[in-house]
């Protein structure tokens, strides 16, 4: 280690490396808009990254080495070795459109990468700091591929056809010519699988969930931030003990309850059953949110003659406006995704939430198109409701965590 901590062995295995990832990451993107199948090459990328780390150090000279070193990575595409390799037929506009894009990244990466490196020994400092900077970039292709990837895959093979699929599994690229054709898989599903009426089922069930869930923690989380009373303390310790729990080991003595009392496969033993899994978290969230409220407020409404419950309605409620969008927001994401005791419980496809209707296609008798589609069906909402009100929901779990 501390013989890479000179300038002219950091700048190029800090480049071999940056090349390396950022020509795996544009083979994979081009072999999924293409569907040609694209390798990069680690020999060349490590070549190539080392020149352009060499060059990102020699700054002196001005950013003018790496745009020359550059563009021989862009030319270098049309006839191999190149860090990303190609099919002998591949035209030459790809190639060079390809070298063009690692050729940029890598450059503009490597600048900032290398920033304060120098070509002598470099201290801990500047080191650790040039390794840190690979390191966030990294991190950010990666998790942005690891999200966006399966995403890409679902969404682009809900829009083939199952000629399509058959042709080429591995082709995710889109022929545009089908106009809205595109979009057959979403159309059947809701006019021949019913797709329309598990969204409002799953849509019906969480809010009814968010509202019991409310009605039930609120009062209780106010009880034990707020009133004294024997084991409060062991109470507020133990409200997620029952996450210790796995369901899976819970899914039988529910089973046969459910059937024994006859709420098996019916929309209310759903309404009943959600709460128990969310009342626990809500009440561990909304604790420590109203332990950080000021109860001077609260007193001065009891002076003022007002009742507890009065209290709770007319101050401590307004106040926790945000922790109870949060809360709201997490319970009716975990109500939307329940699959498991959805699909233990429910048998009657008439009455199938959204997630255990998605289940329904996972069969060799449906069009694999038809599953992704209602993947992307079941997981949209849920992505614009979170997207959109997220800052309500970090705030309230960051109370939650620290105030309690």
């Known amino acids: 280690m501390r013989m890479l901590r000179y300038g002219y062995l950091t700048g190029p295995v800090l480049g071999a490396l940056w090349t390396l990832v950022i020509a795996t990451s544009v083979a994979i993107a081009l072999s999924f808009a293409t569907g ?50 190609f099919a002998a037929d591949t035209g030459a506009g790809l190639r060079i459109v390809t070298g063009a894009i690692i050729a940029a990244a890598s450059a503009v990466g490597l600048w900032r990468i290398l920033a ?89 069930i969480s809010v009814i969930t968010v509202a019991i869930t409310l009605a039930f923690s609120i009062p209780g989380a106010y009880a034990v931030a707020r009133l004294r009373f024997r084991g409060a303390a062991m109470m507020s310790r133990s409200i997620l003990l029952i996450y210790m729990v796995p369901m899976i080991v819970l899914a039988l003595p529910i089973y046969i309850a459910f059937s024994s009392a006859g709420l098996r496969n019916s929309i209310l033993g759903i309404v009943l059953i959600y709460p128990v899994t969310t009342i626990p978290v809500a009440l561990y969230m909304l604790q420590g949110y109203f332990r950080g409220l000021p109860a001077e407020v609260e007193e001065a409404g009891l002076m003022d003659g007002l009742s507890r419950l009065q209290v709770i309605w007319k101050i401590t409620l307004p106040l926790a406006l945000p922790a109870l969008a949060s809360v709201s927001l997490y319970v009716f994401m975990i109500a939307w995704n329940e699959f498991l005791l959805a699909f233990m419980l429910l048998d009657d496809p008439s009455k199938f939430t959204l997630t255990r209707g998605v289940a329904m296609l996972n069969s060799s008798e449906i069009p694999r198109q038809h599953l992704m589609a209602g993947a992307v069906i079941a997981t949209v909402p849920i992505m614009v409701l979170f997207l959109g009100l997220e800052k309500f929901m970090t705030r309230g779990l960051t109370a939650g965590a620290v105030k309690g």
Request: glycine share 8%; proline share 4%; hydrophobic share 55%.
């Open 36 to 85: 040609d199948a694209l390798r990069p090459s680690a020999l060349w990328s490590v070549v190539y990254g080392a020149v352009l780390g060499f060059g990102a150090i020699e700054r002196v000279r001005g950013p003018w080495v790496l745009v020359c070193l550059s563009i021989v990575v862009a030319v270098a595409h049309i006839t191999l070795p190149a860090p990303v390799l």
């Open 116 to 204: 304060d490196v120098d070509k002598g020994a470099l201290t801990r400092h500047v080191f650790e700091a040039a390794v840190i900077r690979f390191l966030t970039g990294f991190g950010y292709i990666f998790f942005t591929a690891i999200v966006l990837i399966p995403f890409y895959v679902m969404v682009m093979t809900s829009l083939k056809s199952q000629q399509a699929l058959l042709q080429n599994p591995l082709d995710f690229s889109l022929d545009l010519s089908q106009g809205m054709g595109l979009f057959r898989s979403y159309v059947e599903l809701f006019r021949d699988f019913g797709f329309g009426r598990y969204l409002w089922t799953s849509f019906l």
